[in-house]
T-cell receptor, first 112, second 113 residues
Framework: EADIYQTPRYLVIGTGKKITLECSQT?????MYWYQQDPGMELHLIHY???????EKGDLSSESTVSRIRTEHFPLTLESARPSHTSQYLC???????????FGQGTRLTVV | KNEVEQSPQNLTAQEGEFITINCSYS?????LHWLQQHPGGGIVSLFM???GKKKHGRLIATINIQEKHSSLHITASHPRDSAVYIC???????????????FGKGTKLSVKP
């Protein structure tokens, strides 16, 4: 069954810690995306990738970084978490022929 | 430019009412998704549309490709339908730093008993 997984679902972490949010998809999709959603606000694109070794920044500036070493994984890293990074992070993917998108359930990050 | 407009932004209804949420977009698309997000919860995909109409229980989603418009309807609304409903559009073109998968701002629905 086609699916996209995000882990962890919830994370509370102290300021200054390094964190990695995982996103994996089993569909062989070329395109993967990370969105950030501040509390009560809309989703904004922060990173996307159109294939292995290809990453681009979205229209919302973010201190996070991403990598795409394998087609199925698109992890997002914060080197030093700050309270301003408290947000929901959503991963999505879509295929080469652009017929449909799939969505992770989101990771709710709280930095204290 | 790839753009998505969703309305209304907020909607309050009485239990049992018929609800409509609208989504309009700017240029050619591959697919349109309706998503549901409960407070503090994750995002759940309700429908994917590329044409016509789909129905699942009390939820109905329609899309008019010529008019570049989609609607999500909830029949016999219930307080458990209270959530944010989000339209997400997969555009055919890449859209630069916007990417080609763009979300509407969401509609916050509150159904009162």
């Amino acid at each position: 069954e086609a699916d996209i997984y995000q882990t962890p679902r919830y994370l509370v972490i102290g300021t200054g810690k390094k964190i990695t949010l995982e996103c994996s998809q089993t569909m062989g999709h070329d395109k993967m995306y990370w969105y950030q959603q501040d509390p009560g606000m809309e989703l904004h694109l922060i990173h996307y990738s159109y294939g292995v070794n290809s990453t681009e920044k979205g229209d919302l500036s973010s201190e996070s970084t991403v990598s795409r070493i394998r087609t199925e994984h698109f992890p997002l890293t914060l080197e030093s978490a700050r309270p301003s990074h408290t947000s929901q992070y959503l991963c999505a993917s879509s295929g080469r022929v652009n017929t449909e998108a799939f969505f992770g359930q989101g990771t709710r990050l709280t930095v204290v | 430019k790839n753009e998505v407009e969703q309305s209304p932004q907020n909607l309050t209804a009485q239990e049992g009412e018929f609800i409509t949420i609208n989504c309009s977009y700017s240029v050619g698309i591959s697919a349109l998704h309706w998503l549901q997000q409960h407070p503090g919860g994750g995002i759940v995909s309700l429908f994917m549309l590329s044409s016509g109409k789909k129905k699942h229980g009390r939820l109905i989603a329609t899309i008019n490709i010529q008019e570049k418009h989609s609607s999500l309807h909830i029949t016999a609304s219930h307080p458990r339908d209270s959530a944010v409903y989000i339209c997400a559009v997969l555009f055919m073109n890449y859209g630069g730093s916007q990417g080609n998968l763009i979300f509407g701002k969401g509609t916050k629905l509150s159904v009162k008993p």
